[in-house]
Structures are given as C-alpha cells and as structure tokens.
C-alpha cells in the first residue's frame, strides 16, 4: 500500500532524479515541479509530495487547490520508470481522490495529459476522469466530478 510523504533532505535526491518512462512526453521535469512548488509556497494552495511504498519513493505528485472554484487540481503526476506496472498510480490517484471526496471542499478535480501518453490516458480515465475537449499548452484537460 502506498503512503504520500513530504519532500525531505532524506527523499529529496530521488524525487530528483527519478527516471521518467522512456518514450514518454511530459511537460516538466521533477526539479522545474519542486521550484514551481517553492516560487507558490507563499500562496499556501500547492502541495508536493512523494508517493512511497514503506520507504521507497515510487513516485511524485503534486496538487493545487483552488477553493474559490471548489477543485482540486493535480499539477503535477509521475511514477518512477522502475515502478510502473504495479498499480502504484492507480491507488495514488485513487486514494486522493477519495481524500477529496471526504473533505467536502471540492466539487471537482481536473488534470491535464499530453495526448500521446497513453499509459497514463488509460489510468486517469478508468480512476473516472473524462476529456473536457478543452486543451492547454499542448495537453488535454480532464475532469472529474464529485
């Protein structure tokens, strides 16, 4: 079962420099993610962390919470290269889903995927995500409501 830790000086080199999937587009690498993190630290709405199995970092994450328009946005998704194919996004994005749920602050949640990242295509949209249409910077914005 996975756990969502905080960046620490213990994990920080990992998230790092975890190996993206081969083959892959994404948009930002895991430092641009974390300085991203930083630059809205202030703004006290943008939460990173790390996805662990006991203490292996098997991935990364990182929310925004827009509690104007009640959602919650998932900027940032990423399982290791090493540690795809063992469920571990599934159960991430299932298990924050469900905190969302339970805290009543948010009717939705959405996401963005680059079109041609079919692995993670496929997990968003048998956790319920659905294609708005819409599309930013090259990628496609998902949704899911509550």
């Known amino acids: 079962m996975i756990q969502f830790k905080a960046i620490t000086e213990d994990n920080f080199s990992e998230i790092v420099h975890m190996k993206r999937p081969e083959g892959e587009t994404f948009v930002a690498a ?11 630290r202030e703004a006290g709405d943008v939460y990173p962390f790390a996805i662990c199995e006991g203490d292996k970092v098997v991935g990364f994450m990182m929310l925004d919470e827009d509690l104007e328009e009640r959602c919650l946005v998932i900027w940032r998704v990423l399982i290791a290269e090493e540690s795809l194919g063992r469920g571990y996004g599934t159960e991430a994005l299932r298990q924050i889903i469900q905190l969302a749920r339970e805290s009543g602050k948010y009717d939705f949640m ?3 995927c680059h079109p041609e990242n079919r692995r993670a295509w496929h997990v968003y949209e048998k956790v319920g995500f659905c294609a708005t249409g819409e599309e930013e910077n090259g990628e496609c914005i998902m949704r899911l409501d509550f």
């Open 30 to 40: 895991n430092v641009y993610s974390l300085a991203q993190a930083w630059l809205f």
């Open 110 to 112: 959405i996401l963005d």
